[in-house]
Each structure stands twice: as C-alpha cells, then as structure tokens.
C-alpha cells in the first residue's frame, strides 16, 4: 500500500510518498521562511501564494523521487485543517483533483493527526500512548487511543509554547522563527542560572498550561537591563535570559507531562510510551528532560527525528495510510477546516478505528 501525501496549512509546501512497510518512498518539504521573515512571521497571504507557486513542482519532485508515477499510488492524502485556510484550500483541491483524475481514493487528513501518528511511522509505536504535542500552534497533552480516537488531557490556556519561543525571540531580538534562535542562544549562556523566572502552572493538579506570564516575565527582566542606543541587549545578557527562559518551559513541561503520564498509567496500566511530536520537540533541553522523566517515571519515550516533528507531508500520508488501511475514505465535497480539533474527527472514524489492542 502506496499512499502521496500533500501538506500546506502553514509555511510549508510538503509533499511526500509513504508505504505500508514504514518506508518513506519520499519526503520533500519547501519553507517558506525567506518569504516571511521580513514580516517576523507567517503572512498568511503570501502563504497562499506560495504554495499556489510551488505545489505542483513539489508533488512532482516527490513522485520522482519515489520513482512513481501515480499509477502506482493507492490512495492521496491532503491535510484538510486545521491550518491557514488559503493554504489548506489550495493543498486539499491539489489532492482532490490528483484522486479524481487518477481514479484513486483522497483521505481528508486533520494536520494534528498527522502529527500525533508520525511515531507509528518512525518508531512503530503500539496504542495506545500518551502524546505531547508542542508546535507554533498546538500545545496539548493527549491520549491516543487509536486512528481517530483522542483524548485530550490538558493544553494551554493562553499561548502554544512554539509562539511563546517565538515571541520571546522577537522580544529578545532574536531572530525568526525565535526556538531554535532562542535555543542557539541559550546554548551560548555563561550564567544559565542568573535570572529567576516563574513556573506558571506547576505544582498544580492537572495538565493544563499557560505561557503568558512567563513571557511578561522575560519582558520585565529585559526592560530592568541596560541596552544599546537602538534598544539592542547585551548579547551576554540576551543569552543567559535566553537560557532560563528555555529552562522554565522545560521544567513546566516536565511537570505537566509528569501529571499526564501518571492519569495515563491510571487509566492503562503500566508501561505505554511518551511520544513528543511537533516543531518544539526539535528543542534537545525540552527531549533531555523529557527523556530523563520517561526513565523516572517508568514510560518508554519516542521522539521523531527532527524533520519529521516539524511540519512535513510524510506525516500526512501516513496518516493517511493508516485511514485509508480501515477503510476511512473521504468524498471529494470535504470542505477544509480552519479549525478542526482532534476531540472533533468524525463518529464514523470512532467507531470504524479499531485499536491495536483490538476491540476496546
Ligand atoms: O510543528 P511546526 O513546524 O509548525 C506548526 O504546526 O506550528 O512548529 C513550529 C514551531 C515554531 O514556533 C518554532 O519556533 C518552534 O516550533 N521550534 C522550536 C525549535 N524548532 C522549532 N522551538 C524550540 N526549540 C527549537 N529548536
Ligand atoms: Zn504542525
């Protein structure tokens, strides 16, 4: 089973092939960043318009490097949301239209599934598992039961901690996209430990979130230092804010997840596997510490490689494969979604999903 998938709901034009073997045929991502980093982020119009440019050089490259033509394809999958609506329209009528003309099934897939499958792709990681999901836009603790089937166990209340790295940056002048300039920062520090920052949330029962006071925090600490004429920080400075700032995220993840992983062993025994997935799971501190909390905590943890927790397009056909192996099609009138939480995948998936475990 052969499955192209498409991916354009935020900054990049993805398209990818996978198998049912867990090989990636092909993987080929465009980024826009160029594009946007004059704005300091996303401009969803211009967006649009790129991946309205680049699409079909992308898709074509990647069946090419699948050595494919779509005769050998089983089925195409396009994210369909949630994401910048532009962006989704242009990559769900892309895959619509390949499925029509090939005579081939499409498979509307929720971007957020895509992300929350990816380590049954690269770790062949069984149902169900606990998932952390730290992106620009997501920051959610989840229950994965099976395809289609999530529970939601906390999330932010304020800001997703991709926008916190990536507002923190800006504040800090750093460069865009702020977490891996706050990161290469941070990794620069000579004093990690000068500034005191807040743990917003820990200790608390539960596994919500919540990022804003950490960032007015970062801004309080930073209006207390001298800066250059053009309002720059001393670079020292700048780093070692950096470096705690990165501290307390990680610290109030680990508390959070800590809270997750033991209402998961409640509810399935011990045992199971932490996945972390999503852009910030590119973060080492963040996978250190999540990684020494696994062990503490007696849960097997898998993070994807790095390209693979960033936005890409193999994550969507396999999602994608993963619907298309129980049947879970969908019709060409599928309307893209800006908003489409996981809680919300259809009825007919949660009853047609059957779980590793078998019937539940
Ligand atoms: O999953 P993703 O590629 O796109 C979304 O769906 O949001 O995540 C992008 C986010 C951005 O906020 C970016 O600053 C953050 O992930 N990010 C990082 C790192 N690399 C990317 N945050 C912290 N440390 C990193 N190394
Ligand atoms: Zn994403």
């Known amino acids: 089973m052969i499955v192209l998938g498409i991916e354009t709901s935020c900054d990049e034009t993805a398209a990818a092939v996978v198998d049912d073997q867990r090989r990636v045929l092909a993987n080929v991502v465009l980024s826009q960043l ?164 807040p743990r917003p949330m820990a200790g608390r029962e539960g596994c919500d979130f919540s990022f804003a006071g950490l960032k007015t925090a970062v801004r309080q600490a930073a209006d207390k230092l001298p800066a250059g004429p053009d309002g720059a920080l001393d670079p020292a400075d700048r780093d070692d804010l950096a470096a705690a700032f990165q501290q307390a995220v990680a610290d109030v993840i680990v508390d959070r997840t800590r809270n997750a992983i033991r209402l998961f062993h409640a509810q399935n025994g011990a045992g199971g596997t932490l996945v972390v997935a999503g852009g910030v799971a590119a973060n080492a501190t963040l996978r250190g510490a999540l990684q020494s909390l696994s062990a503490d905590e007696a849960i097997a943890f898998a993070a994807p490689p790095i390209g693979l927790c960033t936005d890409n397009a193999a994550m969507i056909a396999w999602a994608g494969l993963e619907r298309l192996r129980l049947g879970l099609t969908d019709g060409l009138d599928f309307k893209p979604r800006p908003r489409w939480p996981l809680s919300e995948l259809s009825t007919a998936t949660l009853s047609a999903a059957v779980s590793d475990r078998g019937a539940e």
């Open 34 to 197: 160029d594009d946007h980093r004059p704005y300091g982020g996303v401009v969803p119009e211009i967006a649009a318009r790129a991946h309205l440019v680049h699409l079909d050089g992308i898709v074509s490259e990647a069946l090419r490097q699948a050595d494919l033509s779509l005769d050998g394809v089983d089925a195409v999958a396009a994210t369909a949301g949630p994401g910048l609506i532009g962006g989704v329209m242009i990559g769900a009528t892309m895959g619509k239209a390949m499925a029509l003309g090939a005579g081939l099934p499409f498979v509307a897939v929720n971007h957020l599934e895509g992300h929350a499958l990816t380590a049954r792709l690269t770790d062949d990681v069984a149902f169900p598992y606990l998932l952390l999901l730290v992106s620009g836009g997501h920051c959610q603790l989840l229950s994965v039961r099976s395809v289609g089937h999530y529970e939601r166990l906390g999330g932010t209340v304020d800001d997703a901690v991709g926008e916190a790295f990536d507002k923190t940056a800006k504040l800090l002048g750093l460069g865009y996209p702020g977490g891996p300039a706050v990161e290469a920062a941070a990794r620069m520090a000579v004093d990690p430990g000068r500034f005191s920052l």
